[in-house]
């Protein structure tokens, strides 16, 4: 049997493909929980510093929960609050940046993986789609909270009652996804942007991320107070002196991560 989850690392940057194609790399029990073991290895890894998840193959990223996959009894599919492992779509924060490379069709549970990465680059040919509903359900790792606060309620509750797809290029227009590329040039352009996050200070870029994460959700007094203490906590670091470091002397930085 293949892996269902690929785990690869290039430098600082790791790579996790979704590894089901003959099934349109859709979710079933074991690559959840093979997910979910690779989110944490890169969440523990203080190497890792970018990651970037696709899906196997060029027809699909994922095609959500595998809905032939049903429990014990034969007449249930599981819940998503079954004794689930933590997943970055829910229960596990991860401040390291993921960024999605959207290679194929990306629908119901698969779409809930991109809304839960920070940086989403996709192939031409790419579709999205909540469709759920047309299956008597509706998401279950966050796409029901994620979608309207990302691109809007109106347009969230037409995918989400509907059930219809959007293009890569409908997906762009209202900020679900940040760039589109030809197919062939997909993981080039996802390891570019990786790269680019990895030059920077590590620490930086997962307090950044915190901020955005954490600060959503709170009134713009308490976001302020959170920036400032994630500031006071970099300036004790090493890296923090490096930078400036590196400035005075004309030369890029050296970041360690500490």
């Known amino acids: 049997m293949a892996n269902e989850v690929l785990y690869e690392k290039k430098g600082h940057v790791v790579i996790i493909t979704l590894n089901r194609p003959e099934a349109m790399n859709a979710f079933n029990p074991p690559q959840i929980k093979k997910f979910s073991e690779a989110s944490l290895k890169f969440k523990n890894d203080p190497d890792a510093w970018v990651a970037i998840v696709t899906g196997a193959g060029n027809k699909a990223f994922s095609a959500g929960f595998d809905l032939k996959t049903m429990d014990a009894g034969g ?85 989400l009652l509907i059930g219809g797809s959007i293009t890569a290029q409908e997906a762009l227009q209202v900020g679900l996804i940040n760039k589109i590329v030809p197919a062939d040039k997909l993981m080039e352009e996802a390891m570019a942007w990786a790269e680019k996050i990895a030059e920077n200070g590590p620490l930086a870029v997962r307090a ?45 930085p050296k970041f360690k991560g500490k």
């Open 75 to 159: 007449d249930r599919l599981p819940s998503p609050g079954d004794d689930a492992p933590p997943l970055i779509q829910r229960g596990l924060d991860v401040f390291k940046p993921v960024i999605a490379a959207i290679n194929g069709v990306a629908m119901g549970g698969g779409l809930e993986v991109i809304l839960a990465c920070d940086l989403r680059i996709a192939a031409e040919h790419v579709k999205l789609s909540v469709p759920e509903v047309k299956w008597n359900l509706i998401p279950g790792w966050g796409g029901t909270q994620r979608l309207p606060r990302q691109i809007g309620r109106a347009k969230a509750a037409e995918m």
């Open 208 to 252: 950044a991320k915190e901020c955005i994460v954490r600060g959503t959700d709170m009134t713009l007094k308490d976001g302020m107070q959170l920036e400032l203490d994630l500031v006071d906590g970099l300036l004790d670091t090493e890296d923090s002196k490096e930078g400036p470091r590196a400035f005075a002397e004309k030369r890029k």
